[in-house]
């Protein structure tokens, strides 16, 4: 399959981001998905190819969507779950270029608590989504139509972090970057936050301004280099995500 330059590195990105995920324990089986807008059609979504474990993925076999939920190249196509949940939020948001939905462990087990909600507050990890949270409280695993991802783009509005009730989480952001060091920070943070409170520990939490200028440093891109970082060493570990 030939590609130019741009959708070479988009795809690059992207399978890189699965292999760090399964790397890093914020996979599960073969569920979840990261979606890319492709560089060259904003109509078309790159995204987990269906049914493959996230070791498996490589910039050549990820799905590639027409706006019609229609496989151009690649794949598998996703399943219909993930077409489902993030193709609306492309849409809605043309800035997040980047989605990414996961069960990983802390990050779940953070969205099934009814009595605690994530505090941006609690860590340095977590006050990167300062200001940037919301929760989707529906819990939905039929997931029929499109219309479920269309009310979560909704909730989400222009935050970057839905956290989604019994269901993980997902992020939206501009690239996959800024997404993918976002999961890893905040599947931290919510670790943190619970091993904190674990039999009823009470948190001591980092000032507001303080919390404020580091969610607008997130925003911005500070610590980007850490991305550069992890794919060094992916590179090093399993190469053969690239091809």
């Known amino acids: 399959m030939k590609m130019?330059?741009?959708?070479?590195?988009?795809?690059?990105?992207?399978?890189?981001?699965?292999?760090?995920?399964?790397?890093?324990?914020?996979?599960?089986?073969?569920w979840n998905h990261i979606s890319l807008i492709s560089p060259d059609d904003s109509d078309a979504m790159l995204i987990s190819p269906g049914h493959m474990h996230w070791s498996q993925v490589t910039a050549s076999n990820l799905a590639l969507m027409n706006g019609k939920g229609e496989l151009m190249a690649g794949g598998p196509a996703p399943i219909r779950a993930g077409w489902i949940i993030h193709y609306p939020v492309h849409k809605a948001r043309p800035d997040a270029k980047c989605v990414i939905h996961?069960?990983?462990?802390?990050?779940?087990?953070?969205?099934?608590?009814?009595?605690?909600?994530?505090?941006?507050?609690?860590?340095?990890?977590?006050?990167?989504?300062?200001?940037?949270?919301v929760y989707y409280e529906v819990y939905d695993g039929v997931l029929a139509d499109e219309d479920e991802g269309k009310r979560m783009a909704d909730t989400?509005?222009?935050?970057?972090?839905?956290?989604?009730?019994?269901?993980?989480?997902?992020?939206?952001?501009?690239?996959?970057?800024?997404?993918?060091?976002?999961?890893?920070?905040?599947?931290r943070a919510c670790m943190y936050q619970l091993l904190a409170t674990a039999g009823g520990g009470e948190m001591a939490l980092i000032p507001e301004d303080v919390c404020a200028e580091m969610g607008n440093l997130a925003r911005k891109g500070q610590g980007l280099g850490h991305w550069e970082g992890f794919k060094r060493w992916v590179d090093a570990e399993q190469p053969d995500y690239a091809h």
Not at 11 to 17: M, N
Not at 109 to 114: E, T, V, W
């Open 156 to 187: 989400l509005g222009d935050k970057r972090l839905l956290m989604l009730r019994n269901h993980g989480a997902l992020i939206a952001t501009d690239s996959v970057a800024k997404a993918y060091l976002d999961v890893y920070q905040l599947e």
């Open 4 to 30: 130019n330059s741009a959708e070479l590195d988009a795809r690059r990105d992207v399978a890189a981001a699965h292999r760090l995920a399964v790397l890093h324990g914020l996979n599960e089986g073969v």
């Open 102 to 133: 996961v069960h990983a462990p802390y990050i779940t087990a953070m969205s099934i608590r009814q009595d605690m909600r994530f505090e941006p507050r609690s860590s340095q990890q977590a006050a990167r989504f300062h200001d940037d949270v």
